[in-house]
T-cell receptor
């Protein structure tokens, strides 16, 4: 079955540094991969989506890469701020060629940015 | 546009009881997905409804069921509650269904505690 692995250990970095989070997956080749942010007690919020034919996607201080050979996505936050502290989840589209609504999530990595 | 609304926000039930959770999607969204989130298992996919039909189902026992109404609002029901059902239940909507290039829009969840 599909397995999605994110670093379960919290990532602690200093303000201003670049945070890099990893998402690895097995047994499937998704056409799309999504990243979400979740704050305590709230639902996840969509951040970025990357397609299998895109190597890299950027949005402001966020950058996502997608390596279908390595079956890995990296999520970068540059010039990190304490407000970036949250849990970040990657999600894979399991619906194949049609949008049949099956998005599977990793366990998430908690990022703590210290001032 | 109003976001995804889930009610109630908190719920305390006793083992053996049943519970119904409600979700109102973003206006115009026809797909509603349900997830269970626990510290140990992360976000687990329950099921997805589109135009009142269940299109996808996760690996949960039959005690977990759902339905969607013609106005796209959805309910989730858990019967014969067990202690292990204590979790944050999240509902998410999307225009046509998650997956592909369509992200999910989550509510802030219903926190269910089973005693």
């Amino acid at each position: 079955s599909q397995k999605i692995e994110q670093n379960s250990e919290a990532l602690n970095i200093q303000e201003g540094k670049t945070a890099t989070l990893t998402c690895n997956y097995t047994n499937y080749s998704p056409a799309y991969l999504q990243w979400y942010r979740q704050d305590p007690g709230r639902g996840p919020v969509f951040l970025l989506l990357i397609r299998e034919n895109e190597k890299e996607k950027r949005k402001e201080r966020l950058k996502v890469t997608f390596d279908t050979t390595l079956k890995q996505s990296l999520f970068h936050i540059t010039a990190s701020q304490p407000a970036d502290s949250a849990t970040y989840l990657c999600a894979l589209d399991m619906s194949g060629s049609s949008n049949t609504g099956k998005l599977i999530f990793g366990q998430g990595t908690t990022l703590q940015v210290k001032p | 546009k109003a976001g995804v609304t889930q009610t109630p926000r908190y719920l305390i039930k006793t083992r053996g009881q049943q519970v119904t959770l409600s979700c109102s999607p973003i206006s115009g969204h026809r797909s509603v997905s349900w997830y269970q989130q626990t510290p140990g298992q992360g976000l687990q996919f329950l099921f997805e409804y589109f135009s009142e039909t269940q299109r996808n189902k996760g690996n949960f026992p039959g005690r977990f069921s759902g339905r969607q109404f013609s106005n796209s609002r959805s309910e989730m029901n858990v019967s014969t509650l067990e202690l292990g059902d204590s979790a944050l239940y999240l509902c998410a909507s999307s225009p046509q269904g998650a997956g592909g290039d369509s992200p999910l829009h989550f509510g802030n969840g219903t926190r269910l505690t089973v005693t």
